[in-house]
Each structure stands twice: as structure tokens, then as C-alpha cells.
């Protein structure tokens, strides 16, 4: 079993910056993925980007990349979502998710067993 507790989320103008932080607890994660996903009203969860624990290497979805990076603190078992260049469509809720896997990155919703409660980012034009 593995808990996600989100922060960070908030209000911010267009072109603005923010960090989701995203700390687990429970299960030894050195084995697992642990992603950020975001939904907006009406639109299905979508996937942002991805870190595994293991060795960091790192996958982001074509509508962030080069404006977000996500990073993870071993010390902390905490993971990080530095947002950039904020855009009106980055407004969603974003979770943070985590699956225990051998290999690969995972970037399907389903493919996920933890989820955090969510963490509402509102970005006004």
C-alpha cells in the first residue's frame, strides 16, 4: 500500500509558475513509477508526466513538454511537478499516481493503483 498527499495547487495568471508536491508513504517505492496526471471539467484524466523512482529517468505528455519538470527527492520520497509558462488550458485538478513496476513508464490512467486526493490549478488569462 502506498499514500500520495498533494500541495501546491492555487491560483495563478498566465505565464506564471507553480510546484506540486506529491509525498508518498507506505511501500518502499524504489520500484515504482510515480506519475502526474490532470483533469479538467468535462474532459477525461489525462497524463502530464512521469518519473521512475529507480534511477529517475523521466517521460512528459507533448502539451507540457519544455514548460514542466517533474523530479523526485529520495530523502523525502516526495516528487515534484515545477510548472512553467502557465498556460489557460493548464487549469485542471492534478493528481499524483503511483504503480509498482519492473520496467517501462506507464502513462494510461488505469495502469495506476495510487492515487492522491487532488490538487486544484487555476491559471486566469
Known amino acids: 500500500q502506498v499514500q500520495l498527499v498533494e500541495s501546491g495547487g492555487g491560483l495563478v495568471q498566465a505565464g506564471g509558475s507553480l510546484r506540486l508536491s506529491c509525498a508518498a508513504s507506505g511501500d518502499t517505492i524504489s520500484s515504482y513509477v510515480m506519475s502526474w496526471f490532470r483533469q479538467a471539467p468535462g474532459k477525461e484524466r489525462e497524463f502530464v508526466a512521469a518519473?521512475?523512482?529507480?534511477?529517475?529517468?523521466?517521460l512528459y505528455a507533448d502539451s507540457v513538454k519544455g514548460r514542466f519538470i517533474i523530479s523526485r527527492d529520495n530523502a523525502k520520497n516526495t516528487i515534484y511537478l515545477q510548472m512553467n509558462s502557465l498556460k489557460p488550458e493548464d487549469t485542471a485538478v492534478y493528481y499524483c499516481?503511483?504503480?509498482?513496476?519492473?520496467?517501462?513508464?506507464?502513462?494510461?490512467?488505469?495502469?495506476?493503483?495510487?492515487w492522491g486526493q487532488g490538487t486544484q490549478v487555476t491559471v486566469s488569462s
Open positions: 518519473v521512475r523512482w529507480s534511477g529517475g529517468s523521466t
Open positions: 499516481a503511483a504503480v509498482r513496476t519492473a520496467w517501462g513508464m506507464r502513462t494510461g490512467a488505469r495502469e495506476y493503483d495510487y
